[in-house]
Each structure stands twice: as C-alpha cells, then as structure tokens.
C-alpha cells in the first residue's frame, strides 16, 4: 500500500473518519435502514430554521432519541430472568451510530448528552464487541460470513465507544476499566491477525505449523507447500483455496483500515483517561510488532503515533519502551540496503526506517510539552503555572531519552562478540544514515539532539578511551560520519545564496535605498513575474526569488519575511508587557526597552520556522510538540532564557495572540524553510561539536594500533571530502603529516591519497603539504614512493606559477634508479608530460625575439636548466632524456603493439628544439659580459652536455652539422682557471668531441684553430679533468682533420723530455707529466699506429718500462699518477696486462696491504678498461647493424655473454678476478665501493661465472656503507631472479666471509684466541664500532633472508645450512665468536610465518640428537678416567655410560656421532686430576675438543628457548611439525620483543679439573631443561613400546649419582626414532624451567 507525503501526523481530522467510514460502508453493506434516520432527518430539518441555541437542543433530543432507540431495539427485558437479553446490532446499525457520534463531535456537544444514555450507550457497546471475543480472521477453518460479521460489528462497536470515550470533558464514571480493557484486548488480537493475514513472512515465522486444509486425496502433497506437488492438485481444491485466499485479503484490508482509525482514537484516550499499566504495555509491544511486518505501511504509522502518545503520557515506562524498541530493531532484516518505507515529507525519493521515525517520535515527546499547552494552545492568556526552569528540564528529559536509547545500544555492543557485533555495527550504521538524512529538516529538530547524545557516548564511553578495539574503530566510523555531515552542511550554509540566509546569517548589511523596478535579490527587471515592494524596508521582490510561491503573493499591502517577523515578535513582546503583573514597573523599564529595539536576526530567522510549521500542521497537535521542541533547543542556548521565559510562551502561542494580526501565514516554499534551518543549525551545540569530534579523531591517528590509525584515517578522509580546506588546518596538518611517517605502509599511503585528491581543486593546500610529500619519494614502500611521485606532479599540472616546481622536479628525478622498475617508469612518464609530450596546435606557433624555438618549448628549456642548477650531477637528467627517446616507459600493451613512430619523432624534435634552445641562451648570456656569465652559462651547456651524451646527433643538425661546434669552439679561449670554468670546458670538450666524428667535414680554419686552443689548454690548465677533455678532443679534432698524428707525437715527445729533465724533484709537474702522456698514448694510440708519416711507432714497451721507474718512487703522489699512466697504456694495449712483469705490478697493488690510494687508482684503471670495453662492443654492434635496447641508464649496455671465454677482456678479468673480489672486503670503504662497481660491469657482461662472486656479495650485505650494501643487495637480487641455485648453495660460505668482515671491521686481529673477547663484538656490550658493525651485520643477513624466504625449500635450506656450522666446529681460533655470530643472526631473522621458526627448531633438534649423547658420554667418561675409576659404578658418584646411549632432546632420538674438536694451545697449563696419573697431549686435545662441541650445542639450546618464547611455540606444536608436510593455510605470527643475551654460556675450553665439571654440569642441565620441555605433555600419553632395539638397554646420566634404566619410545616424527621418558629421581624435581 504506498504511502507518500507522509509526517508524524497521526490524528485525524473529523472528517476523514467520516470519509473512512463511508469508504468501509462501500464494501460492506446491509439493506437493512433504521426507521429512526429518516425521522431524524425530518426533524433536523424542520429544526433549520430555529437560533443556533435551538439547533443545538434539537440535535441533543434527535440523538439522544437515536440512541434510546438503538438501546431499546438491543435490550430485551424479560420478565423471566433477571437481567436483560442482548440482541446483536446489525452492522449497518452500527455504522449509523458511529456517524451520527462523529457528527455530534464535530458539533463539540457532545458532552451535553446526559451521561445515563451515554453509559447505556457504551454497555450495549461493550456487548457487541464481547460476542465477537474468540473470532479471528486468522482462523480459515472457521472463517465464514457470520464470524466475519461479528468481527466487523465488533470494530464497529470499539469506533463508537472509542468516539465518545476520546471526547475531552465527559464525566468520569463513563471510563470503566473493564470496557476500555476489552477494547484494548479485542484491538490488540485483530492488530495480530491483521499483521499475519498481510504478511507470510511473518506468518511463517510465528506460527510455522499453519497450513490450509486440503481434500483427502491430496494430504500426501499438503506438507509441500510451494514446491512442484503444489501444481498437480485439483482445480476445485485450488480454486477453495484461492477464493478462501481473496475473502481474506479483502476482509483484512477492511479490518485493517477500521484498526487504523481505532489507533487514532486509542491516541486520544491516552490524554483523557489514565489506563491501567498491563494494558497499556501490552498495547505498546503489539504495536512495536507492526514494525516487523510487511504491506501494512499504514497501520504502522497509526501505530507510531500511538507509542508516541504513550511514550509522552506514561513517563515511568519510557525506559520499557526504550528496551522494546531496541528489541524489535534487533529483529528487522540486516542488509547492507535495509528496508526504508517512511517517505519523508515533500523529499523525492527520501525513506528512512519506520523504526528510526519511531525513536525520533519518541524522542519529540520525551521533551515533556505542558498538559495546559497543549489544552489551551488557542488561549492567548499566559497564565501558567510552570516556572522559569520547565523548558530546561524538558531538555534534559530530551538528553535523558536519547541517553536512555544509546547506552542500551553501546551496552549491547560490548557485550557482543564477532557476528553479533557486527550486526549491532550495521543497525547502528543505518540509524545513523536516517538520523543525517533527517537532519536539518524542519519536522525533525530531534534528529541533532539523538546525533550530539550519541556523539558524546562514544567519545566518553566507547571511543578512544575504550580497551576495546572493536568498538573504537566502530565509533571512529560513525564519529567521522557525522562529521563530516556536519562540515559538509557548514559548507552548504556558508556557501547559500538564499536572500534571508545572506541577510540575516552572514550579517551583511542592507542599502536602505533600491530601484522600485528591479529585484533586491536577483538584480533584474527583466525577469517575468510581478515585483512586490515591502512597506517595512522598501525593497523590491520577485515572489520566488523570496523564496515564495507566485500563487500565495500578498494582494493588498506586501511585506516581507524579515519584516513581518520583526512586527510578530515586537507585538509578542508587548503582549508579555502586559501579561506580567506582578512587577509591572520593573517589567514596564525593561520591556520598554524590548519594545523599542528590535528582534535580534536569529529570532527573526527562528520565528519564520515557528510560523511554517504551524501553517503546514494546523490540523494537527504535533507541530505543538515540534515547536516546543524546538523553542527547548533554543532556549537552553540562549544565555538570557529566565528573563524571556514568557517571551518564549508567547512564541508558542502565537497564532491565538496575533489572531487578528494581519499576514500571519507563512509563504514559504519548504524549500526555502529548509535552507532556514540548516542556517539555524549551524548555531546549535551538535554543530559545534565539530572540534572536538576532530580532535578525537586526530588523536586516534597516533594510536598504536595500525587497524585504529587506517580507520582514523578514513574518517579524516571522510570530512575533508566535504571540505578540503579542512587541511590546511594547522592541527590537521601536523596529524596527516605524522602518518606520513607511519610504520604501517597502508596508513603512510593513505595519508598521501587524502592529500592527494585534493591538490587540483585546491593548490593553495597542497602548497602547505609539499615539503612533507617531497621526503615521502624516498619511502621504503613501493606504493607510497608513487603515490608521492603522483602527488607532487598534480601539484605542478594543476597551478602554472607553482613556487616548488623546480624542486619538486628534482625530488621527482632522484628516485629514476629506484630499484622498483614501475617507479623509474613513473619517473620517466612524469617528465615526459612535462616536457616531451606534445602541446596543443595553438602554443607550438607562438615565437618570442625572432627564436626558432617556440615559446612553449623555450619556457619548458628554461625549466629544464632551473632543476639542473640544484643538482649535483647531470647524469641522471641524461637517463630520463634516454628513456623519453625511446619511450620505453609507456605500458607493456603498448611496447606489445609496438610504440607509434610518430610519437618517437615528436619526441625527438622536441629535444633538437631544446638543443636549439639552449645553443641561443648560451649565445644570449655569453653577450651580457657579466662577471657571472659563466656560471649563469653552465647549466645551459650542462643540460647541452646531458643530450648529447645520450644522442650526439641532436646536437648535429641535419640543415647544419657544424653548429654547435663553431658556436661553442670560440668559448674555448676562456682564461678563466676556477672550478666554474673547469666545468664549463670539460662540457663543451665533450659535445665537441661527440659531434665532430659525425661531421663529415669542418672548415680548415675552425679545425686548425680548436687543435691550437686544445695545444694550449693541455700545456697551461691547472685542472686534470680539463686536460683530459682536451688530450680526448684533440685526438678526434686529429681523426677528422687526418693530420692528428703529428701534433699527437708532438705532444709525447713533449712531455717525455719534460719528465727527463725533471727527474723525480717537482713532484706536481711529474704527476701532470706522466697523466699527459698516459692519455697521449691512451687516446692517440689508433692514430699513430694508422699514420703512413710515422716514421717510428709508438714504443709501449719503453712507456711501461718508464712508469714502472716511478712507480718505485718514495712519493705517493708520483706513484699514484704513474699506476694512472700506466692503466691508460693498458687500455689502448690490454695485451700487456697479460705479460707477467705488468701482471705482478697490477697484483702488488691490489693487495691487502697496499696503501689504500695505489689499490683505488688500480681499481679504477680496471673499471676505466671494462668500460672502454663495453663502448667498444657498443659501436662494433652497430657497426654489424645490430641495435642495443638499454634502458638501465647512461652506461648499461647488454650482456656479453660468453666473452670471458673468448676474448682477452675476460681473460684479464679472470686473471685478476680473485685480487677484485678480496678488495671488495677491504677494510677502506672508498676500495670496496670501486671493488663493487667492477663486479657490477663484469656481471652485466658476463666475463666470469657468477657463483664464484656469491660469497662476497652476501658479506657486502653487511657493509655498513649503505651505497655499497644497496649495491651488492640489487646484484644478489638479479642473480637470485636468474640463477636461485648459486645463491642457495653459497650461503654458508658467504655467512663466513661476513662474519670475517665484520671481524676485520671492528680492528680485533683474528689472531685474538680469546673467545669471550672475540663474542663482545657480536654482543653489543660495548664500543661504538661494535654495536654498528653487529646492527649492520643483522640487517644486512636480514635482507639476503627476506630475498630468498618466498621460496619455502630456500629459507629452509639456509637455516640448515647455518646450523649445520655447529655441527661440526673447525679448528680455529675465531670459531667460538663465528657460533656466538650465527647463533645471533639465527635469532633475529624475520620471520614472518609460523612455518619458519618451526623448521629452525626442528633442525636445531637433528642436530642435538646427532651430538648430544655422544658429547655428554665422552666428557663423563673423561671425569671418571682423572678420578681413576675404570669400572662402571657409582663409588664417586659417577656413571659409567654405555657406549651406545639414547638420550631425549624435545622428544628427537640422540645417537652417537663422532666431532672434531677446537685446536688449542697445547702448552697451556694441564688439567690437574686428582688421580697422580699424568693426561695425555691426545686426550687433552679430545676433551677440549668435546666441551667447545658441548657449548656449540648449548648455544643451539639456548636458541631454541628464545624462539619458543619470541614466538610463543608450545611443546605441541613443535612436536607436531614436519617439514614435509604441505602447508595448507598461512598462520599467522605474533611476536614478543624479547632480548637475546648468549654471554652467560661459558664455551672457554676448560683448563682445570673444576672447569671441567663446571662445563659438564652446565652441560648436563643445559640437556635436562630441554628435556623438561616436553615432560608435561609427555607424562600422560601412551605409547605403544616399539620393537627393542640391537644393544638392549641405553641409559642416560641426569645427575651425579642416579643412575636410571631408559625405555626405547616412539615419538611419531614422521620417522622411527628414539626418546626417552622423564628422568626419575631427585634431578627431575630439584630444576625447574619456564613452560614455553
């Protein structure tokens, strides 16, 4: 049954009862006329012409006449009994009754009726209505016309007494408890049958065995109703049911309309007649449960308005009622789209929930409106007798209900678990959604108070303060909901344009002077529709644009909203003047002085509301709770409510004081009334409340739970998606900035993306957030790192004059070697939409100064040199120009399809005009004649250098190759000497010398003055680096001129005879000298050997011989610039590094003991060949026609792949392969970092085998320079990616090579024999060098774990292959501290599933039971030999073991096993015995042999306890592990923080007959509180005895003198093995241990 236009309106009307009763008589109708009606008539109409008085007597006499004739016609007296027969009333009798009551009632005489006939009237009532108790509609079996009769006259009966018992001002004696209760009874059971004939559903639900009888034939099918059997019943059975099916719908819809309108007077009787309390609860619970059912929208709205009415009349159940209320929300149907079918006045497609009307009814009554308020709301007198204080009791009574209602909602909430909870989650959700949907409407003031109550309940109660973590992050959700409603009404109301909101809420000021022909609000004439002028302020309107209807435009005078306010409550207040008569001077000085001024703006506003409400609800009694609600709501804000307080009452009754008051009605459109209270809304206590639900919500970012820092997140995100200025609040800012450095990558992302979404609409906020997001590219997230890259580049797009765009594109350009290859892809895509994509048509054909380059480009060019002036290097910008060449960064479906060509040359025009570009800013610059003008030159000539670095072609073009060498040729004369000026060069060298060999020819005079300016530079620069620009230059310049080879061997003979006649005395001369010539012979090599006029070719030999002369020199500076001589000879004759004299050179200054500058400069002369090498396999490619695709930057080239079996460049790199790889553990950093970068180039040609470097880089791992760990961590990350194996079969080699590391890091020679100093440098104890080294070490084996732990064979077999190191110790010195470090790196692995430290206990527990035994047999048997006893016994407290002995470690079979013991100095002092037997050199070596294997399996132990307490591993999931099995779900690992100290082992090797013992007993316990470990959960299970074994009975030693007989048991390890049972005796009991 739709409903629309619903309010809270359930009183009706008199004459809708008349048109419901007329309706209801259409479907029901007898033929049956009563004889009295027509006389009735007659005499009514005889009486038409009497006085009113007249008229009213004779409509009493005809009814009461109508009424003894009813009650004579149902009342046979008999003389034979004593009390009268009741004859049964025809329905339309009743019917006639019931009209002829409402038109007495509308008359308002019906109280003039004499109350005998009255109580007669209702006794026959009261009959009717008790033969009709018992009948149900429900009943099918039963359901025949007479029983439907009586059921209908039933109803009718209860409509009539209803009609005179709801009549306000009878007497008393009327009211009999027993009629009104049979009423209430008889209307409750209809109420049911109603709601399970109009409902299946709930038919099904509550009486599940119903079921409609059939015929015989078909009691087989009748229990399938609705499945297919149904369709194979007979016709006539179908059609009985279908017609049984139609009467019942038809007499339900009869009834449940008649229910209806008894609903409405039930409401009226609450006011009247106080009812007994069972009844009344009673009638409350039925009505709740309409709620629950469907196609009965109209009874439940009946229904609504009844539990309001009692909610407002029985206050003391209010908390019943909040309990069933509650009570029947938990029953309604959860969905995520729960059902909402109360239609919201005059709003398109607004429903809320039937129950959240309920509760706002509730609450609208709770406000406690005074009886005498609602009686006399037509009486202007204000002669009440309430005092000042009422309408703050009222709000608190508001405030109690609200309270009453979420304490039993939180309440349940916490005393719910999981799925329960999150049902309590959803209603809350949805209650929440049409408490907001509902808000700042004017027919709904409750909607902020139940919203504030709630909002204060979870801040105090279930928000942050709560230990509950579920509950928190459910008042975070509906915290940040309601907030940001409440920012997004703000926003709203700031942002109206509504004339009265602007007017009287923002305070603006009003011209007193306006054209009469144009609109105050729209500012035009033209507009069709009449314009009213007000007589109050004289300004001009249209009727809508007040916000009006055209139809309610005033016809006589006109005034406006504003104005007719004012004047109503100017006249409330006088009419408060002279109402109060008790202080009537005080009150006159006072309210003389209100009668002058006038109402404040926010009075006027409010009395514009109060006038709408009770002009749309005239009708109706509930606007009276509404606006005394509403007046509540203000009065508790207004600090001066005591003095108003009869100001406020008249405001409540205002229609009955301004009665005669002109204009009173309101014409405002609902519309416009609701911009009106949103307007008023912002000034209430809830929208206040804004704040401090933001700060809450900004605490919650700093909680510790990542869970209540992403939902805190959300909310946050929530509200500044209603207001994105919301961030630049400096509170906001510092808590959004506090996530971005979050430890949680989710919450660090999801800071990002709030301020992320918002830069483009608002960049004046992104502004304040870019220093934040700069230093988030340097994440160590992956997804944070572009989200940041994301965000910076829509903060350059989104404003064109934005201040941080420079370093933002350098904070973009430092992540293109991220080692995340979507990340450089992101880089490169970034730049390329700043500067490489191809603008619109329009901006390429704008040109400034008569450039060849458009504008565009030339401010892009300019940017460009802006980001290149703040970086170091240039080498990176030259990756990115790389890449955008080849497009290489676009998505791997388009690199599928192939890339457009047309792009590929969009792009490279773009870098010829940039080139262009620069080339005049050079030439612009160099005409300023500044002293700067270099310094302001070089970021345009280093950007000239980037390109062409990357393609010297874009610097040769076509239309003139020679260019930019004849523009840049001149700036070679420069005399300038600084670092500026170097730099200058050393660029313009290289572009000159990249684009001269591809210029087919150059003019004689430029070529031969750049050979006498380059002559010139090499013979009188002071810097290197230019020299050797120059030296480079001037041998291209040779090759394209063909006459190089002279002036080169010029040159060489120069400089030879300089270094003759220097000798060794000018140190700084000789160094430049021999770097010169070095580069001569380097560079000059291929021309001098291709040169027909060379007479005598260049001597290699005799160069060699001369720097090996100086490189005997004392000074270093000579030596280091002789070995860099001599690696530039190598270069161009590489086949000298394989003769044996240069071979010992080269091998003498990589080693260890080298000074640490000749080893760098040998490392970087082997660098300097492999990439001269690679160049040269780059041009012989593309001389072949093959193109190289490289897009790892500026220097990566492909794979040479098996090179170094062919050529001579593998062949010297291995030659010198293992002198690298030693450098690359050297003890300086500088040597490492240069070691590193050649393994680097030789693995990317793939000169040698890649296994053999493995080792090296796990213990680079442990660098403690981040460059060089980063490094080696990416190399070993490639390799894993290719080869797995070679990483997984050297671990173990390459744990000892960083523990060697480390060792030779921390300055302790590995001479050192003492253990416990050596174990200090891996125990934090002390020394700053120590605790870095070791936290280095850690994080370095750290990482290669987390490389290769995806693969769970991997992870297991590198734990296995570093426990399997305390197996079998070597002999060493350094063997105790290299078990101390593995035992350390074991324990600190990240582990992240639960599978991972199960595998380390496991193995830990194979190798206990290899070695256990055996280690504690000899060591006894050691003992026993020094005390002289050779027999087995127990004379000294000794046992005798048996050769073979099982021994139990966590349930895992110990045999007997065979270790080679620790080395150690054999002329330490013996052990002194106590026998007068001398010990053996071989026995001493033995048994200390056995204690350091002793103490390498009590570390092992000790590392199992601390796993098992870490990570809270109990004896039975330990036991229950295997490694074999398949792991079938991922569990998840909590973690304790707890430390691991292994000081307190002793693993010295003993040196007298007490430290033995010690050792053994430390031993012994160490093996009995292993054993302890599972003895609880052993002791009670029972194991089938396996067969016994070959060699009988093992026993096992606990203590010094009990001796106990062990059983062979099975443990079920997946294998057959052995254990033993607790040890029995005094040992088990007198240690104890901590369970696991």
Known sequence: MPVTNQVFSNSIRTETYQQDHNVNNDIISSSRKPKVKKKRKDDLSSATYLDPRQHQDAAIAAFCDMLEDMCGRAQIISDDRDEAEWVPLSHADLKALVNDIMSIRSKNILHMVPMDILSKTLQILDHQIHRAEGLSIDDCENLDADAVSSIHCALESIHAALAILAYDGLPKQLYKEENIERILEFARHQILDVMFACDPAYRALHKPNYDVTLDDEEDEEAGHIGSASKKRRTSKSARVKKSTANRMSTTANVILQKLCTILTFLKQLLSIERL???????????????????????????????????????????????????????????????????????????????????????????????????????????DITIDADYPSKCHEAVTESCCLFWSRVLERYTGTKNQDASELKAIMENLVIDLLTTLNLPEYPASAPILEVLCVLLLQNAGPKSKDIAARTMAIDLLGTIAARLKHDAILCRKEKFWIVQVLMNSESSDPSYARDVCSICLDSTTEGSIYVCQGC????????????????????????????????LVLKTYCESQNKDDQKQNRSRSGKSSRATATKQEITQQMLLNYLQDSSSADELHLFTRWFYLCLWYKDDPASQQKFFYFLARMKSRAILRDFSSFSSFLTRDSV??????????????????????VLLASLRENSPGIRAKAMRAVSIIVEADPEVLGDKLVQTAVEGRFCDSAISVREAALELVGRHIASHPDVGLKYFEKVAERIKDTGVSVRKRAIKIIKDMCTS??????????????????????????????????????????????????????????????????????????????????????????????????????????????????????????????????????????????????????????????????????????????????????????????????????????????????????????????????????????????????????????????????????ALGFDNKQQVGRSLFCLGLLIRYGSSILHGSDSNSRNLDVASSINLFKKYLQAEDFIIKVRALQALGYVLIARPEHMLQKDVGKILEATLSAHTDARLKMQSLQNMYEYLLDAESQMEIDKASNGEVTHSVEGVHSVSVA??????????????????????????????????????????????????????PYLIALETDPEEVNSELAHRLLMN?????????????????????????????????????????????NTKGKSDVGSSKHARHGVARIYKLIRGNRISRNRFMSSVVHKFETPTCSDSVIPFLIYCTEILALLPFTLLDEPLYLIYTINRVVQVRAGTLESNMKDFLH???????????????????ERNSTIDGINIVSGELYGQQNDLNMNPISSRDPHSISRSDLQK????????????????????????????????????????????????????????????????????????????????????????????????????????????????????????????WGYGVSSRSMKTPRGRGTNTRSRQRL
Not at 1425 to 1443: A, E, T, Y
């Open 276 to 382: 007994s309390d069972s009844c009344i609860l009673q009638l409350v619970r039925t009505s709740l449960q309409t709620l629950l059912v469907d196609n009965i929208q109209l009874l439940q709205l009946k229904a609504i308005g009844l539990i309001g009415g009692v909610y407002y009349s029985y206050t003391q159940h209010r908390s019943y009622m909040m309990d069933e209320t509650l009570q029947i929300l938990l029953k309604l149907p959860l969905s995520k789209r729960v059902p909402r079918t109360y239609h919201l006045p005059d709003e398109e497609q607004r429903q809320i929930q039937l129950v959240t009307a309920l509760l706002i009814q509730m609450i609208h009554y709770s406000a406690n409106l005074p009886e005498v308020l609602r009686q006399t709301s037509g009486n202007p007198s204000l």
């Open 538 to 569: 004289n300004r001009p309107f249209h009727v809508d644009c007040m916000g009006g209807r055209e139809q309610d435009a005033p016809s006589g005078n006109f005034e406006c909203q504003i104005c007719l306010c004012d004047k109503q409550l």
């Open 674 to 695: 609701k911009k009106i209270t949103l307007a008023l809304g912002q000034n209430s206590s809830f929208a206040r409340g804004f704040d401090k639900i933001l700060q």
């Open 799 to 1060: 404003s064109a004059d934005f201040s941080h765009y420079t370093t933002a594109c350098v904070e973009i350009i430092s992540r293109i070697n991220d080692e995340e290859s979507s990340i450089q892809d992101l880089v490169c895509k970034t730049f390329y939409e700043f500067w490489f994509e191809e603008p619109c048509a329009s901006q390429t054909h704008i040109f400034k100064d008569g450039s060849c380059v458009p504008l565009e480009l030339a401010k892009k060019t300019e940017q460009v040199v802006e980001m290149l002036r703040r970086m170091s290097s240039h080498q990176t910008l030259a990756v990115v120009i790389k890449r955008n060449l080849a497009l290489d960064f676009f998505p791997q479906s388009s690199k599928a399809a192939g890339i457009n060509p047309v792009l590929l040359a969009s792009v490279r025009r773009r870098c010829e005009l940039m080139c262009k570009c620069l080339l005049e800013k050079v030439l612009q610059v160099a005409e300023t004649n500044s002293e700067e003008g270099e310094g302001r030159m070089l970021p345009y000539v280093l950007l000239l250098h980037a390109f062409c670095l990357v393609d010297p072609t874009l610097c040769a073009p076509a239309s003139d190759p020679s260019q930019f060498v004849i523009t840049l040729q001149p700036y070679l004369k420069s005399q300038s000497d600084n670092r500026v000026a170097a730099q200058l060069l050393e660029s313009i060298l290289f572009i000159i010398d990249t684009v001269l060999p591809l210029l087919r020819k150059l003019p004689q005079n430029v070529l031969e003055e750049l050979e006498q300016d380059l002559k010139q530079m090499i013979v009188r620069h002071s810097f290197l680096t230019v020299v050797h620009a120059c030296i480079k230059c001037l041998c291209s310049a040779g090759k394209v001129s063909g006459k190089g080879a002279s002036g080169v061997e010029y040159l060489i003979q120069l400089f030879y005879k300089r270094l003759d």
């Open 1201 to 1254: 792949a098996g090179a170094g079996d062919t050529n001579i460049c593998g062949g010297i790199v291995q030659l010198y392969w293992d002198f690298i790889l030693g450098r690359s553990l050297d003890i300086n950093e500088h040597v490492r970092e240069a070691a590193i970068k050649i393994v680097e180039i030789v693995l990317r040609q793939g000169l040698v085998h890649p296994i053999t470097c493995v």
């Open 1279 to 1323: 390799m894993n990616e290719k080869y797995p194996a070679f990483c997984e079969s050297r671990l173990g080699d390459g744990l000892q090579l960083s523990f060697m590391f480390i060792h030779s890091m921390s300055g302790v020679p590995p001479e050192v024999s003492n253990g416990k100093a050596q174990a200090r440098l891996f125990n």
């Open 1425 to 1443: 030999s020094l005390q002289g006893n050779d027999h087995n016994g127990n004379d000294n407290g000794m046992v005798q073991p048996d050769r």
């Open 1487 to 1610: 048994i200390q042999a056995d204690c350091l294997a002793a103490g390498a399996v009590q570390l092992l132990l000790k590392l199992k306890r601390h796993l098992k307490i870490v990570y809270g591993l109990d004896d039975i999931r330990c036991q229950a592990f295997s490694p074999n099995e398949v792991t079938k779900t991922v569990e998840s690992l909590s973690k304790q923080s707890v430390p691991f100290i292994v000081n307190d082992i002793n693993i010295d090797p003993p040196n007298t007959y007490e430290d033995l013992l010690r050792r053994y007993q430390d031993f012994k316990n160490a093996l009995k509180e292993d054993t302890i470990d599972y003895s609880t959960y052993t002791a009670n299970i029972k194991r089938k005895r396996p067969p016994q074994r070959r060699g009988g009975k093992a026993g096992r030693m606990m203590d010094m003198g009990d001796e106990d007989d062990e059983d062979d048991e099975n």
